[in-house]
């Protein structure tokens, strides 16, 4: 592998522009999806009052932090464009901070204009499924916002990542895009980064479960691993299922990444979810 790996202390505190969170347990991050078509819950969170109820279902099961997106990344997913991205990603981070004003709220997005209006907005987060490659400007408008920041690999884009999985060594090239992109966040004045391997994104079934196995090595990095699976294909392949039936495949991919080091998952359904990360915890606690 080449470059340095890391060697700092685990960032195990995330500050927000109005509170913080503690990492020292894992976190769940609850997903919400403002999109006519993302592969699970496109159109199901159009209106204000369904976001209103589903933010508050997922709060009270037990989310520590509410992921926006308005721009489906699943595979073949049709380009949006930004004003499009906006109309729907704004009014309802909007929403969400009027009647949750304590939520903690995660901007989906690689584009670095939307980030600034987001986190004007009232989000406190921002997630990039590219790392920073689909807008140059991404890094420099995140050290700017100094927000959390949830730098994750994937190849291409949505509309091509499916056709880029010809990796000699899925592990070694994703941990050299790592190293490479996590130095070019530092030296933009990124301080708070999250990592995400990004299962599902330009990668074929058993590569995603060759980093799966592998995912308490990405903890040398010294930066809290974000992980999410929830009810994605790498799943469903396995157990001929499709998303509407993986709730518990899920639920078993989420464990092994919660024993394999997981800090934060992040999923359609929170209160499994949870119930996952306590049972975790109490297995490592030595019962």
Request: charged share 20%.
């Amino acid at each position: 592998m080449e470059g340095a790996i890391y060697d700092f202390f685990m960032l195990k505190n995330l500050k927000f522009p109005h509170n913080s969170l503690d990492l020292t347990t894992p976190r769940v991050m609850g997903i919400l999806n403002v999109t006519p078509d993302s592969f699970f819950d496109g159109g199901k969170y159009i209106s204000r009052e369904k976001i209103i109820v589903q933010v508050e279902k997922m709060l009270k099961d037990g989310a520590s932090i509410i992921d926006v997106g308005g721009y489906s990344t699943r595979p073949g997913a049709g380009d949006v464009p930004v004003q499009e991205e906006l109309g729907r990603l704004i009014p309802a981070i909007k929403t969400i901070r009027e009647h949750f004003p304590s939520a903690i709220i995660s901007a989906d997005t690689f584009r670095g204009a939307v980030a600034r209006e987001a986190v004007a907005a009232g989000a406190g987060m921002i997630n990039d499924v590219s790392g920073g490659t689909l807008d140059e400007k991404m890094l420099d408008a995140v050290a700017e916002l100094n927000v959390p920041y949830v730098l994750m690999h994937t190849r291409g884009s949505p509309q091509t990542m499916k056709e880029m999985t010809d990796y000699k060594d899925v592990f070694a090239e994703v941990m050299n895009y790592f190293v490479h992109r996590i130095n070019l966040a530092i030296s933009k004045g990124v301080t708070q980064l999250i990592i995400d391997p990004g299962f599902g994104f330009a990668k074929t079934t058993e590569q995603n479960y060759i980093l799966l196995n592998r995912l308490s090595e990405f903890q040398k990095f010294g930066f809290p691993v974000l992980v999410g699976v929830s009810r994605k294909s790498m799943i469903n392949k396995v157990l001929g299922t499709k998303a509407a039936e993986a709730l518990n495949g899920t639920t078993v991919v989420n464990t092994i990444a919660l024993m394999n080091g997981a800090d934060i998952l992040r999923v359609h359904d929170v209160r499994e979810a949870m119930e996952a990360v306590k049972i975790v915890n109490f297995v490592k606690r030595g019962c």
